[in-house]
């Protein structure tokens, strides 16, 4: 993932959100430029290694850290607004001296089944977007996706953008169970299932591997790039198998 | 563990100071809902404040012990007895093997906390700290917040009812989030809000127009509008009040909540 100054699409507004965390954000729009930089800003804030802060949520446009107030207080010179700005104005002045610096992120493949009895809403997205199953699963494949966060269920990963040509409303009532491993799209995102749980996403498909446990945790993080590949039911079966499915 | 469960209660649990540096994947952070009875219960007995605690919800687990120990119970009153004998909250009380601990009906308070520890205390905790803690839980004073990003999207009307209007714990509460009943609130124009971070205490606005206060098992990141978060110090009190529990809110400066909560741990760090 490449962060270039000139990319800038707005500047950071920071809101102390209650006493023990801080808001950072930028414009309030799903993009992948604006939450590649937050990324970017998360990764400067942990390289600092301030160990005051407990907690770091990067979302779509925003960064929220979570502080234990007696290690802040005693670290800080300022108030806690003036430490907000400190830290973006060093993430600005980093950017102007690095002009263009990598984030190293993974790179993830995510095996996908598409047969219809996964894929349950697969003919009918095909019948409203006037296209085939085989397009559908074409252009669902075709790209590489950026996890703008992970949240709802432990693991569940936000990714786009889906394209445009395939984009659907998540559903008006959502399924009351969803299986895990099943793979969804809704609006401009597409996301798997950690777990069986309830879920409006219209679902495309299912993966065979494991995306939450709790022990090994999550398989993506906020800002890894996920790319899908379609794999037969025999293929799915056979994988299942070597996997420890966590239901 | 040094006890068994004889018969299970609704929602009793095992609980720290919660899970932090993992709200990034999803996780959530957890922990106990009443930090100043968890902290006093480890205190009386001498652990560490922030030691695992048994967090207990009304009904109760009923408890029969498997060695010689201590115990402090604080936090909401459910009328504890000790083979059939009633025992005082917030003291230290020892146990013998086989003892049986049960609770017999709510008095006051949501959520009573069991810490238990095999040394016992060396010294006993300062009466004026279980005094304080009392008084602070258990007490009809405003509900302080600070207000959130989403505070100015609210209508006038809106803002003077949070300000002057009293609200209501409902059944929807549990680890999750408090949901009030109170007037219809709304933003002053239908706006949609892309989730970010959310955190013990947050109050949301619903589709409904009302709140939800978020507690110890909160989702990491929230697409509702947040109006603002209760301050620390403030959420024991909510975590146990009963249901329809009348509350009012008040304002709050970050200065205040940031000495009252250092305070308050000042105390039980002493």
């Given at each position: ?203 495309i498909g299912r993966t065979p591997i ?38 | ?97 086989g003892d049986q601990l049960q609770f ?167």
């Amino acid at each position: 993932m490449k962060i270039n100054e000139n990319d800038k699409k707005s500047s950071w507004q920071i809101h102390l959100l209650g006493d023990h965390a801080i808001l950072f954000s930028l414009k309030e729009i799903i993009d992948t430029a604006i939450n590649a930089e937050v990324h970017a800003f998360n990764y400067f804030i942990q390289s600092k290694n301030i160990h005051a802060i407990k907690d770091f949520i990067p979302a779509y446009h925003s960064l929220t850290i979570v502080y234990d107030i007696i290690a802040l207080q005693k670290l800080l010179q300022q108030s806690i607004h003036e430490f907000a700005q400190s830290l973006v104005n060093e993430f600005e002045q980093f950017k102007k001296e690095n002009n263009s610096f990598a984030l190293t992120t993974n790179h993830i493949k995510v095996p996908v089944c598409y047969e219809l009895d996964f894929g349950i809403d697969l003919e009918k997205i095909a019948k409203e977007k006037n296209c085939s199953v085989k397009e559908i699963i074409e252009i669902h494949t075709s790209k590489t996706y950026q996890v703008f966060c992970v949240g709802f269920l432990p693991g569940f990963a936000y990714m786009g953008k889906v394209d445009e040509k395939i984009q659907v409303p998540r559903h008006a009532k959502p399924r009351p169970l969803v299986s895990a491993g099943s793979v969804g799209i809704a609006g401009a995102q597409t996301g798997i299932y950690p777990k069986n749980s309830p879920g409006g996403w219209q679902i495309i498909g299912r993966t065979p591997i494991t995306i939450f446990d709790p022990v090994q945790l999550a398989l993506f993080a906020p800002g890894d790039m996920v790319s899908f590949y379609p794999i037969s039911l025999d293929e799915f079966n056979s994988l299942q198998k070597e996997t420890n499915h966590v239901i | 563990m040094s006890f068994k469960i004889i018969k299970k209660g609704i929602a009793d649990s095992w609980q720290d100071a919660g899970n932090y540096g993992q709200q990034h994947l999803g996780i959530q952070v957890g922990g106990y809902m009443d930090f100043l009875s968890a902290q006093l219960a480890n205190k009386i007995l001498g652990n560490a404040i922030d030691q695992q605690v048994f967090e207990i919800h009304f009904p109760a687990s009923t408890i029969e012990f498997e060695e010689a120990i201590f115990i402090a119970i604080t936090g909401a009153n459910f009328i504890p007895v000790l083979n059939e004998k009633s025992i005082s909250i917030n003291e230290c009380i020892k146990i013998n093997k086989g003892d049986q601990l049960q609770f017999l009906q709510p008095i006051h308070g949501r959520i009573a906390y069991l810490a238990i520890s095999k040394k016992g205390p060396k010294e006993q905790v300062n009466p004026e700290l279980i005094e304080h803690i009392e008084s602070s839980l258990f007490n009809t004073s405003p509900i302080r917040f600070i207000p959130g990003p989403a505070w100015n999207d609210l209508t006038a009307g809106s803002i003077q009812h949070i300000m002057e209007t009293s609200f209501q714990t409902t059944l929807q509460s549990n680890r999750m989030g408090f949901q009030l009943a109170g007037p219809h609130l709304s933003t002053i124009e239908p706006k949609s809000y892309l989730s970010s971070g959310v955190t013990k205490g947050t109050m949301q606005l619903l589709p409904s127009g009302q709140i939800i206060i978020l507690m110890a098992d909160h989702q990491t990141i929230g697409g509702y509008p947040n109006l603002g978060q209760i301050i620390l110090v403030d959420l024991p009190r909510l975590a146990q009040m009963a249901h329809q529990t009348p509350i009012h809110f008040r304002l709050c400066n970050l200065t205040t909540a940031h000495e009252q909560f250092q305070f308050i741990q000042t105390q039980f760090t002493n």
